[in-house]
């Protein structure tokens, strides 16, 4: 849980996210060792894009090829 809300709110701080929706549940997980089910916390975080989403992308595409490290990405 603490990974996926640090990275959201990475992306919301750098202004390349906004939040949409947040939900918190739990699921059964069978245990391993004692063979029998144990309840884990789970969270789904919605984020969208921002509307300067594509200018900031393209300003950090633009400033990593003069520093010479471009790497393509998919999308």
Do not use: W, Y
């Not at 709110?9 to 906004?18: M, Q």
Request: aromatic share 2%.
């Amino acid at each position: 849980i603490a990974t996926v809300v640090t990275v959201a709110e990475i992306l919301k701080n750098n202004g390349l996210a906004v939040e949409k929706k947040i939900m918190t549940s739990t699921v059964d997980i069978k245990d391993d060792s004692r063979g029998r089910p144990v309840q884990k916390a789970k969270i789904e975080i919605v984020l969208g894009k921002t509307a300067n989403f594509d200018e900031l992308m393209a300003a950090a595409a633009a400033e990593d090829g003069e520093n010479g490290d471009v790497e393509e990405q998919t999308a």
